[in-house]
């Protein structure tokens, strides 16, 4: 029975570190990849490496081709898109 009471502090911190750091950090994770996945062409976008351009083509491999100015256009990965600015609204089919 001793062996059991010193095993519940521990017990204890890995549920508080679950709660303040492990959880917090996948419900961020799944919204990321959530934007991500939800982007469309004429999305306004900023990189991780601070980049501000739009959205030309989804293309596939996780990749997107985005204008940083008029003329100049990268190829980026979906995953390093760090936020989204401005979204376009879908087109309805009339």
């Given at each position: 029975?001793?062996?059991?009471?010193?095993?519940?502090?521990?017990?204890?911190?890995?549920?508080?570190?679950?709660?303040?750091?492990?959880?917090?950090?996948q419900?961020?994770?799944?919204?990321?990849?959530?934007?991500?996945?939800?982007?469309?062409?004429?999305?306004?976008?900023?990189?991780?490496g601070?980049?501000?351009?739009?959205?030309?083509?989804?293309?596939?491999?996780?990749?997107?081709?985005?204008?940083?100015?008029?003329?100049?256009?990268v190829?980026?990965?979906?995953?390093?898109?760090?936020?989204?600015?401005?979204?376009?609204?879908?087109?309805?089919?009339?």
């Amino acid at each position: 029975m001793d062996a059991v009471g010193q095993f519940i502090p521990l017990i204890l911190i890995f549920g508080i570190m679950y709660f303040l750091l492990i959880r917090p950090q996948q419900k961020k994770m799944k919204e990321h990849q959530n934007m991500v996945s939800s982007l469309r062409r004429g999305d306004q976008v900023v990189t991780q490496g601070g980049l501000i351009g739009k959205v030309v083509k989804v293309k596939e491999n996780n990749e997107l081709e985005v204008e940083l100015a008029e003329g100049v256009k990268v190829r980026v990965v979906q995953s390093t898109i760090a936020q989204v600015l401005s979204k376009t609204e879908p087109a309805t089919d009339a």
